[in-house]
């Protein structure tokens, strides 16, 4: 059972667009959303992350936005470039010792000149 | 001064073999984990250890055993290799008591021919 669902499989803008990567969740229990960016040969890296008492964050180039009643929350890359190409992944987790993140099933960027 | 690093990061071997995979991190978090990444970038929780004490056991197989020495290791050892278990392992730290954010290693490729 897929907890977090992740759309688009993969992604292809022009520098400069602005892509958009969106999730949904199922378990209401969850209370943090992160994004995890990962480059061929790496480890996902944390990039943004929300909780759900807020409906937007922003970071730099990057913003979530979270919708809590509709349980899905997106990525927002402004101004996007060649170095935004990577495998992006949405989470979700809950609190506790024994929380653990659930993640997406990952969005293929690709940013092209 | 890597902060999560593991070893080795390819591993090619033989069906039926056992083999091993370590992890260490010097970040002095509490909470160490290991995720599988499959060929269609899927990630997918393993095992999570809190100050050596296993608290998360997802549904693998019980070929795979983690071994916690102390709370900056966390190995995995895998006995009679199957093909399926072809894939990225990655391990990862957080501290607890923090958001869930995790560090993540480099990875260990490992095919099983």
């Known amino acids: 059972q897929q907890q977090v669902k992740q759309s688009p499989q993969s992604l292809i803008v022009q520098k400069g667009g602005i892509p958009i990567i969106n999730c949904a969740y199922e378990n209401t229990a969850f209370d943090y959303f992160p994004w995890y960016q990962q480059f061929p040969g790496k480890g996902p890296a944390l990039l943004i992350a929300?909780?759900?008492?807020?409906s937007e964050k922003k970071e730099g180039r990057f913003t979530i936005s979270f919708n809590k009643s509709a349980k899905q929350f997106s990525l927002h890359i402004m101004d996007s470039q060649p170095g935004d190409s990577a495998t992006y992944f949405c989470?979700?987790?809950?609190?506790?010792?024994?929380?653990?993140?659930?993640f997406g099933t990952g969005t293929r960027l690709q940013v092209t000149l | 001064d890597t902060a999560v690093s593991q070893t080795p990061k390819y591993l090619v071997t033989q069906m039926g073999n056992d083999k091993s995979i370590k992890c260490e991190q010097n970040?002095?978090?509490?909470?160490m984990y290991w995720y599988k990444q499959d060929s269609k970038k899927f990630l997918k929780i393993m095992f999570s250890?809190?100050?050596?004490?296993?608290?998360i056991n997802e549904t693998v197989p019980n070929r795979f055993s983690p071994k916690s020495p102390d709370k900056a290791h966390l190995n995995l050892h895998i006995n009679s290799l199957e093909l399926g278990d072809s894939a990225v392992y990655f391990c990862a730290s957080r501290s607890l008591g923090g958001a869930n954010v995790l560090t993540f290693g480099a990875g260990s490729r490992l095919t099983v021919l």
């Open positions: 970040l002095g978090h509490d909470t």
């Open positions: 989470a979700a987790s809950n609190a506790g010792t024994a929380s653990k993140l659930t």
């Open positions: 250890y809190n100050n050596k004490e296993l608290i």
């Open positions: 929300i909780r759900p008492d807020v």
